[in-house]
């Protein structure tokens, strides 16, 4: 008969049962499997010198031959000495200097050209120090190197101040494009030419161009004269809507400039509006009525400007300020414009080439 010896106690063999007798070696291999996950897991963070980052297996201060107290003239002057001796144009083969060759100076020249830019800098210096100091946070280290090695050199504010100047400038240019087209095409305009051109004549600036017309050709005088008149409508014309005369505090760039001011206008208006319309029940005025018929027809001030007069005073007769009354007259020019869109030629055969399918379109000079 065996026994299983254990100490202060012996049991027989039979008697022991199988688990228990596993139980030992099950837990010498936990313990054993344990010990390697761990180790395997905190390899790469068990060293704070990572292959890839800053100076790689070797330490920046070693490399330029300074304390981790150093100084940074310190370090500029270390880095200057070693640099003197290991610069690829300046290297010469010295008997001090036992196996250096031009290749092994060139890459010793590169690692210190590398622990200078890493200690130079307060914030990566400060990086590198926390990684000498914390090698377990691997994943961290890596973040912070490549972070800093990625991000963009120029100030960010700089970009969108540049960003915003050049929406600005060209906002500015194609408003101003768009207004002198509009200047040009009034000039061609017989209604507008024939004030354009009594106005010259009443103020003397067309007879100006007829006394010297001996002197000057017939393109240089009609260049003059379409001048005048191009003058005339810019000054007695109000154009208003999307060609109208551009203001330069209407761009991009002085509208966020002037941002808080304008949000401050805005917020002393809607509260004396709550008081003198919500709380103390005042009357509209001319100016109210017109601003509330904009709001109601959902139109920029721009384009409400652009509205003629006999419009506006339409508004006002019909009182579309009051909001039961503009329902009304939304439904009218809705059934206004079926009518017309059911009566126009043009609608009908645009409606007759739906229903016969789109085959083939003709257009007619009608």
């Not at 009218?332 to 739906?354: F, G, H, I, L, S």
Request: charge should be positive.
């Amino acid at each position: 008969m065996f026994f299983l010896s254990i100490p202060r106690l012996s049991i027989p063999y039979h008697v022991v049962p199988v688990h228990c007798l596993l139980a030992p070696c099950l837990l010498r291999m936990g313990t054993f499997i344990n010990v390697v996950f761990l180790f395997g897991v905190c390899i790469p963070s068990a060293t704070a010198l990572i292959e890839g980052l800053y100076c790689g297996t070797k330490i920046c201060y070693d490399v330029l031959g300074v304390t981790r107290e150093a100084t940074k003239s310190e370090i500029a002057r270390a880095y200057r000495q070693l640099a003197r001796r290991y610069h690829p144009d300046r290297f010469r083969v010295d008997p001090s200097l036992e196996g250096e060759t031009r290749e092994s100076a060139q890459q010793k020249f590169l690692l210190l050209a590398t622990a200078y830019e890493t200690l130079k800098d307060e914030e990566t210096r400060r990086d590198y120090d926390n990684m000498l100091d914390h090698p377990e946070e691997y994943y961290r280290h890596y973040y912070a190197y490549y972070r800093r090695r990625l991000a963009p050199k120029v100030d960010i504010r700089i970009v969108i101040l540049v960003t915003v100047c050049a929406i600005s400038v060209f906002q500015y240019y194609s408003w101003w494009s768009s207004y002198t087209e509009a200047i040009n095409y009034l000039s061609t305009v017989p209604k507008y030419r024939l004030q354009a051109t009594e106005l010259a004549k009443q103020q003397g600036l067309l007879n100006k161009t007829k006394k010297g017309r001996n002197k000057r050709s017939k393109e240089e005088l009609r260049e003059e004269e379409e001048e005048i008149i191009r003058d005339i409508i810019k000054n007695k014309i109000d154009i208003k809507g999307g060609y109208q005369k551009p203001n330069v505090l209407d761009i991009l760039l002085c509208q966020i400039v002037l941002f808080p001011y304008y949000a401050c206008v805005y917020a002393v208006w809607y509260c004396t509006w709550v008081y003198r319309f919500n709380i103390c029940r005042e009357e509209y005025g001319h100016a109210e009525k017109l601003y509330i018929i904009r709001k109601h027809m959902k139109m920029s001030q721009a384009q409400f400007d652009s509205l003629e007069d006999h419009q506006r005073n339409t508004f006002l007769e019909r009182q579309l300020w009051i909001k039961e009354n503009y329902q009304v007259y939304k439904e009218e020019q809705e059934e206004e414009m079926k009518v017309k869109m059911a009566t126009d030629p043009r609608w009908k055969r645009y409606r007759r080439w739906m229903r016969n399918g789109p085959s083939r379109m003709t257009f007619t000079e009608d």
